[in-house]
């Protein structure tokens, strides 16, 4: 079993910059895909950005959002940059056992509880 847990969520302005992170144990880390995912209150999870040998953004967040692992500290960070209002969701971190990269939430097996990202106007 997976235990993901997310770090890092806050409040900031618009224009502004967060890391999200998550830490991953009981698995092995470096054969999953991960993920980020974000949750709009009364709305589904949205596809942010994932990574396995290369990493895939939503357009929504393309040039403004870097997604990176470190397989040695079983950690995924996500750098959020120019921040934007609508950006505002909680922030979920997944990992997928597959060989492929889903832009489904649907795909991933594992989650992390969510972190909170607020951005101001």
């Known amino acids: 079993q997976v235990q993901l847990v997310e770090s890092g969520g806050g409040l900031v302005q618009a224009g502004g910059s967060l890391r999200v992170s998550c830490a991953a144990s009981?698995?092995?880390?470096?054969?999953?895909?991960m993920g980020w995912f974000r949750q709009h209150p009364g709305k589904g999870r949205e596809f942010v950005a994932a990574i396995r040998y290369n990493t895939h953004y939503a357009d929504s967040v393309k040039g403004r959002f870097t997604i990176s692992r470190d397989n040695a500290k079983n950690t995924v960070d996500l750098q959020m940059n120019s921040l934007k209002p609508e950006d505002t969701a909680v922030y979920y971190c997944a990992a997928d056992r597959s060989n492929y990269v889903s832009l489904l939430a649907t795909s991933y097996d594992y989650w992390g509880q969510g972190t909170q990202v607020t951005v101001s106007s």
């Open positions: 009981g698995g092995t880390f470096s054969t999953y895909t």
